[in-house]
């Protein structure tokens, strides 16, 4: 598939790492060092939710001093990102700079698995159970969220998560980010 030429001059000059990328290209984890002022403005909108988003044990807020680590991924047709984690951070986000079309046409697929943690472990011990809470009968299944442009997904770190086959025929462009203290 042709890269747009303006779109990702970093792609052009820089080989592709391979941390969790299934297909396409992926930059090493040192966006925050070349990412401009573009960049720079991502992130603090990221800390900044962090910060509303953190709290000390007691539930009062708390002053942290966030450290940043990001990577950029461009995705082609049929592309993802395997299950993964982020080990020794606290929050881990996504923003999506282009969605590729999935935000006009959902079929591109494309989404943000996160996987709850329990897995089956609740149908393990009473399958014909669940908690009479929201969403009680997903309880250790996996949630999925379709990328729309300019939107910007947090999670905790520690939650697996992947990115499912993209479909479309455009570049699906994205900046993974992780927070830690």
């Given at each position: 598939?042709?890269?747009?030429?303006?779109?990702?001059?970093?792609?052009?000059?820089?080989?592709?790492?391979?941390?969790?990328?299934?297909?396409?290209?992926?930059?090493?984890?040192?966006?925050?060092?070349?990412?401009?002022?573009?960049?720079?403005?991502?992130?603090?909108?990221?800390?900044?939710?962090?910060?509303?988003?953190?709290?000390?044990?007691?539930?009062?807020?708390?002053?942290?001093?966030?450290?940043?680590?990001?990577?950029?991924?461009?995705?082609?047709?049929?592309?993802?990102?395997?299950?993964?984690?982020?080990?020794?951070?606290?929050?881990?986000?996504?923003?999506?700079?282009?969605?590729?079309?999935?935000?006009?046409?959902?079929?591109?697929?494309?989404?943000?698995?996160?996987?709850?943690?329990?897995g089956v472990a609740p149908a393990m011990y009473a399958p014909k159970l669940c908690f009479a809470v929201s969403r009680g009968?997903?309880?250790?299944?996996?949630?999925?969220?379709?990328?729309?442009?300019?939107?910007?997904?947090?999670?905790?770190?520690?939650?697996?998560?992947?990115?499912?086959?993209?479909?479309?025929?455009?570049?699906?462009?994205?900046?993974?980010?992780?927070?830690?203290?």
């Amino acid at each position: 598939m042709p890269r747009s030429p303006t779109r990702f001059a970093r792609a052009r000059g820089h080989p592709s790492t391979r941390y969790s990328n299934l297909g396409e290209w992926q930059s090493s984890w040192d966006f925050v060092d070349w990412g401009g002022t573009a960049g720079a403005e991502l992130l603090g909108r990221a800390m900044a939710i962090a910060k509303r988003l953190t709290a000390g044990h007691d539930g009062g807020a708390v002053s942290v001093t966030w450290r940043a680590n990001a990577l950029a991924n461009i995705n082609g047709k049929g592309h993802g990102n395997e299950f993964h984690t982020h080990p020794g951070c606290f929050l881990s986000g996504v923003y999506y700079v282009d969605d590729g079309g999935i935000g006009a046409n959902p079929a591109f697929g494309g989404e943000l698995e996160i996987q709850d943690p329990r897995g089956v472990a609740p149908a393990m011990y009473a399958p014909k159970l669940c908690f009479a809470v929201s969403r009680g009968p997903a309880m250790g299944a996996s949630e999925t969220m379709s990328p729309r442009t300019g939107v910007m997904v947090m999670f905790p770190a520690w939650l697996s998560h992947a990115v499912r086959p993209y479909h479309g025929e455009a570049e699906r462009i994205s900046v993974a980010f992780n927070l830690s203290v």
